[in-house]
């Protein structure tokens, strides 16, 4: 999982069984577990070093800023949307700026009667 500090904060935790990646501009934060690294390293090397780790898929979880460097770089596969029964006026967004992505629905599900969770391919 890579997210941003704001992001990481609000979570307070690691999640168990997975590796997160907190981007920040203050990569001296102390983490006693390997599962938790923080890093000022830019979307690129984050995803080269992830996969000389040997993993495979990466989860970029936000926040705006976050998702917006990797939307940038041209380095997202697909976005999954959850649609939830809340109306508002305003609220977080998905990109810090401007991005123009190309969408495909791949699949689409519901998480209960009301939720519904819609998984795009971002075409290249």
Request: with cysteine.
């Amino acid at each position: 999982m890579i997210m941003g500090s704001t992001t990481f904060d609000i979570i307070g935790r690691v999640l168990p069984g997975r590796k997160t990646v907190v981007m920040t501009r203050n990569p001296a934060r102390c983490s006693d577990s390997a599962d938790l690294v923080f890093t000022a390293d830019p979307p690129e090397a984050i995803l080269a070093d992830l996969s000389d780790q040997g993993y495979t898929q990466a989860v970029v979880v936000g926040g705006a800023k976050i998702n917006q460097l990797f939307a940038q770089k041209g380095l997202l596969d697909e976005l999954i949307l959850t649609v939830s029964p809340y109306a508002f006026g305003s609220g977080l967004s998905i990109f810090s700026d401007s991005v123009d992505l190309k969408l495909t629905l791949k699949r689409f599900w519901t998480l209960d009667d009301n939720t519904l969770c819609l998984r795009y391919g971002v075409v290249h």
